[in-house]
């Protein structure tokens, strides 16, 4: 068994009541005649920190291995394609596909109100980051304001979920948005992609790169846009200084000195400076941009690590488990213990839900999922 945070003891037993809430972890001696052995690794329930559910209606829409500039453009431009039942039957299945193997929980970034129906009646807990772009200082106010009647739909129809504003990519959000997002973010959860691309660096240390190439495909101006001189992760962390909870997302770019300049940072830092988690998507890095996240640096600087799928537009599946089958085979030396933590307590803790999922504690109701670890699949009980 697997509490979110270690491997108990074999002879360990789980209790719990007939709604699935934790009683007690209790040894075996004590447990009584109606104890039931799992073949398998029992665990709490997976927390997906990074989903686009909005976008599945588009899996195999895009080939892989285009770069992401041009994966970008093709969303863009496609993803009102098709109509609402079509939308809605392709979220349903991902949902199902969530929920089949092992996922309680979702961190699922909103462009608009299109998954709403889905999460009202869900058996999945959402929360729900309303996205926000804009790469044009003039028009921040009219972005934020477009997003607050979204923010505003999510809030009347799903109050008991997690609801929060989030930028989109430092390539796509102006200064000024970026300080409207602060304000508006102040003490909550918010999440951003963060150098999912080499040159998203690129154009913020010398306004170079291929993003050029999408600002012209969508006629968009960056007269206004200056280059910090420095990296991306650099110049859009210090925008956040009210105590935000950031889930960065992607970090295939992000350098190992960058890394330790955080943990030195958190460190010294006041009450604004804001709670970092890394979110690791490892088979969409490989689809769009065929790069694999610096797992071993993030481990190295004693990141805080969650995983997510991002969507079926750049993913196969939504499944947690194959998400650690990838890590493992790509970083095999990771046990696979603290790779179940960063896909149940980790994440739960992102999207500060822990106090009911994410681990094995009595009061908790976190799901409980049985991952057979020889053939990286999980199944709910």
């Not at 869900?122 to 477009?146: K, P, T």
């Not at 080499?198 to 968009?220: P, S, V």
Request: charged content about 20%.
């Amino acid at each position: 068994m697997f509490n979110g945070l270690q491997l108990m003891r074999e002879d360990t037993v789980l209790v719990t009541d007939e709604g699935g809430t934790i009683v007690e972890m209790i040894d075996e001696r004590e447990a009584g005649e109606e104890v039931e052995t799992l073949d398998g690794i029992l665990s709490p329930g997976f927390v997906n920190a990074h989903c686009h559910i909005e976008l599945s209606h588009m899996k195999g829409f895009i080939p892989r291995h285009t770069g992401l500039v041009n994966f970008v453009q093709t969303v863009m431009a496609s993803r009102g394609a098709g109509g609402a039942e079509e939308k809605e039957t392709a979220m349903r299945a991902a949902e199902n596909e969530m929920l089949s193997s092992g996922t309680v929980a979702v961190g699922d970034i909103c462009n608009g109100t299109d998954s709403l129906l889905l999460k009202q009646d869900s058996r999945m807990y959402w929360h729900n980051f309303i996205e926000l772009s804009g790469f044009v200082n003039n028009n921040a106010e009219q972005r934020l304001a477009g997003a607050g009647e979204v923010f505003k739909a999510f809030k009347a129809a799903t109050p008991l979920q997690g609801l929060s504003f989030a930028p989109h990519a430092p390539y796509s959000v102006s200064r000024e948005l970026f300080r409207l997002l602060n304000d508006n973010t102040a003490g909550q959860v918010t999440s951003i992609h963060n150098q999912e691309a080499a040159a998203e660096n690129e154009l913020y240390q010398n306004k170079t790169g291929d993003f050029l190439r999408l600002y012209q495909h969508f006629g968009i101006d960056i007269t206004g846009f200056a280059p910090t001189g420095n990296t991306s992760l650099r110049s859009w962390l210090p925008y956040f200084n009210r105590g935000q909870q950031l889930i960065a997302v992607h970090n295939t770019f992000t350098s190992s000195e960058e890394l330790e300049e955080l943990a030195a940072s958190k460190k010294g830092a006041g009450p604004g400076y804001p709670g970092i988690h890394f979110c690791i998507c490892i088979n969409a890095n490989q689809y769009i941009e065929n790069s694999l996240p610096p797992i071993q640096q993030l481990i190295q600087h004693h990141a805080q690590i969650v995983l997510g799928t991002d969507s079926y537009a750049s993913n196969g599946q939504l499944n947690i488990m194959e998400e650690i089958r990838m890590i493992r085979q790509h970083f095999p030396q990771i046990d696979l213990p603290v790779i179940l933590q960063w896909a149940t307590y980790n994440g739960a803790v992102a999207l500060g839900i822990q106090d009911r999922f994410g681990s094995f504690e009595p009061g908790k109701k976190p799901g409980l999922v049985l991952v057979d670890a020889q053939n990286f699949t999980a199944r709910p009980l």
